[in-house]
């Protein structure tokens, strides 16, 4: 049994989403490497999720033991008892929160592997300070006459395009998580 799962960055207009296929008994561990992959961070930082009270990471004596340990919490239980979805925070810093929503349980061949099946736009660039810092990244781009304008493009490394996304190049790399 796969899970199709819609991947939502929040607080972005228009959003940046991807939506994965998964086999169900994925641990949340190995969850958090496939949603890093397929949105394009780095894994760079910390993450958490947070499902009804309780919250899984992992483990890291700076979390303290109100973090459980997120291998051992599975994406059929915690679709239980009518539950479709949770959040999932990566860069505590940035805060990058992500809405993570199930939108249906699908057959599966033998051997089958995970997948990202659709999406939009670019993830945004890893330390760029959040929804905030990323709104202001688009707004300095969108004019080349701005006195950051040049500071930013030199800070990306090269043009950035919020408009852009591979599927093609986000399967390939969520299909090679282990």
């Known amino acids: 049994m796969f899970y199709e799962i819609k991947i939502t960055l929040m607080y972005l207009d228009p959003p940046v989403w991807r939506t994965v296929l998964v086999p169900s008994n994925t641990n949340l561990r190995k969850f958090h490497r496939i949603i890093q992959r397929a949105m394009g961070w780095t894994e760079s930082h910390l993450y958490m999720y947070e499902i009804g009270r309780e919250r899984y990471g992992d483990p890291d004596p700076e979390w303290g033991p109100d973090i459980m340990d997120s291998r ?31 939108l249906r349980a699908v057959d599966s061949e033998a051997g089958a592997k995970q997948r990202v099946i659709a999406g939009a736009r670019a993830c945004p660039p890893e330390d760029v300070g959040g929804p905030p810092g990323y709104i202001n990244l688009l707004v300095t781009l969108s004019d080349p006459e701005s006195e950051d304008y040049e500071e ?25 998580v282990r």
């Open 72 to 102: 051992k919490m599975t994406l059929d239980k915690v679709f239980t008892d009518g539950r479709k979805s949770f959040t999932y925070e990566y860069d505590m810093g940035d805060g990058w929160r992500h809405e993570i929503k199930l």
């Open 152 to 176: 930013m493009v030199e800070w990306l490394g090269g043009e950035f395009d919020p408009n852009e996304f591979d599927l093609a190049a986000a399967d390939e790399v969520v299909r090679k």
